[in-house]
C-alpha cells in the first residue's frame, strides 16, 4: 500500500523507534526534532495536506494528529526515564561518603640541621654574640686573600671548591668553603667590638660518603675587642660544649694550622657515648674532634682596617651536621640529606 496514510504509519513507527531508543537527553532531542521538526516527514504530510482531495483530507487529518500525539507521549515518557538515569549517574558520580575516615596533613617539622643550628644561635645569643650571615656565592677575596691566603697559597688546596667564575683574579666567584668570609663582611662593616655568630650553608669539593658531603653546615665564631685571650676562647668552647652535649662535656684543644688563626687549635668533645673511655662511635680515642678555632691573625685584622696592637680575637668554625650527628647519634651524614620522612619524623617536635 503506498499513499499518505502509508507514509505517516512509516513516519510514526520511525518516530517512535528514535524515541524509544534514545540514550541521553541530548540524543532524545535530536530524536525530537527528527519527528516533529520542520523536516520531519510527518510535517511534510501535514503540509501537503491542502492539495489531497477534500474527502481524504479529515481521515488523513486524523491520522497525522493522533500520530503527534502518540510521538509526544512517547517523548516524554522517554525524557522522564532519562532524567531518571541521568540524576541517578551523577549523584553516584558526585558521591562523597562521609563516613570515611579523614585524610589526615601530615605536619611538616624542621630540619634537624634547622634544629641544631637554632640550638647553637641560642646559646651563644645568651653569651652575647649577634647573628650575621653573608652570601654563598663569594669571591676569591673574601673567601680566601683577605683571610690570610695570597693566590697560590698552598693552604688554598685544603678548600677545594666550584669556580662560578674560573677566570681567577680577587673577584672571581666562587662557591664559599666556609663561613669565615662572614668575619670579614662583618668587621669591614663595624669597628669592634665584635660578637658574632655565622650561620651557614658551605661547599667543598668532596665526594659524598658517610662522614662527608660536598654540601654541609657551618657555624663561624668571632670575638674581637680589647684584651681577648686564647682563655677567653677555652672558656667560651667549654660553655657551648656544656650547654650542647650536657654539663658533663668538656672540650679540648690540640695544635693545629689555619692561615687566619695564629695559633690555631682543632677543638674535641669529650665522646658523651662513652664519656671518654673510648668507644665505637669515637674510634676508641674517647674524643670527637667538633671544630677548628684560634686568634684572629694580625693580616686578617690588617686586611679590614683593624689594628692588631690594639685589638685581638679568637674564631671558631664548626660543622653543624657533625654536631648533630654527635648529639642525636645519627649514624651517616646522608641521612641528613635524603630526606627520608621515616627518619625526619624523629625530630618532630
Ligand atoms: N674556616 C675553618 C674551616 O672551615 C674553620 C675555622 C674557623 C678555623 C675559624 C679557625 C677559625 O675549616
Known sequence: ME????????????????????????????????????????????????????????????????AREAIEAALSARREELEATEESAALEAERVDVTLPGRSRL????????????????????????VAEGPEVET????????????????????DTLYVDPSGGRDATLLRTHTSPVQIRTML???????????????RRDAFDASHSPVFHQLEGLAVG?????????????????????????????????????PS????????????????????????????????????????GYNPERVSGFAFGMGVERIAMRAWEIPDIRMLFENDLRFLARFRG
Not at 107 to 116: D, N, T, V
Request: positive net charge; proline residues 10%; charged residues 20%.
Open 189 to 203: 662593616a663595624q669597628p669592634p667590638p665584635v660578637f658574632i655568630v655565622a650561620p651557614g650553608r658551605v661547599y
Open 3 to 66: 499513499g499518505p496514510g502509508a507514509r505517516a504509519a512509516e513516519a510514526l513507527r520511525d518516530a517512535l523507534a528514535a524515541v524509544r531508543g534514545a540514550r541521553s537527553l541530548a540524543g532524545l532531542r535530536e530524536a525530537e526534532i527528527a519527528a516533529l521538526g520542520r523536516k520531519a516527514p510527518l510535517s511534510l504530510l501535514k503540509r501537503q495536506l491542502g492539495s489531497a482531495p477534500p474527502a481524504d483530507r479529515p481521515g488523513m487529518g486524523r491520522i497525522l494528529n493522533e
Open 107 to 130: 605536619p611538616g617539622s624542621p630540619h634537624p640541621i634547622a634544629l641544631m643550628l637554632e640550638r647553637l644561635c641560642e646559646v651563644f645569643a645568651g653569651l652575647g654574640y649577634r
Open 265 to 304: 687549635a682543632e677543638v674535641d668533645v669529650i665522646c658523651v657515648t662513652c664519656g671518654g673511655r673510648g668507644c665505637a662511635a669515637c674510634g676508641r680515642s674517647g674524643w670527637i674532634e667538633i671544630m677548628g678555632a684560634g686568634m684572629v691573625h694580625p693580616n686578617v685584622l690588617r686586611a679590614v
Open 140 to 159: 676569591d677575596w673574601y673567601n680566601f686573600e683577605s683571610l690570610n691566603m695570597p693566590p697560590d697559597h698552598p693552604a688554598r688546596s685544603m678548600w
Open 226 to 262: 680589647r684584651g681577648i685571650t686564647f682563655g677567653d676562647l677555652k672558656g667560651t668552647l667549654d660553655a657551648f660544649a656544656k650547654a650542647v652535649f650536657g654539663p658533663e662535656a668538656a672540650v679540648r684543644l690540640r695544635p693545629s694550622y689555619f692561615p687566619f688563626t695564629e
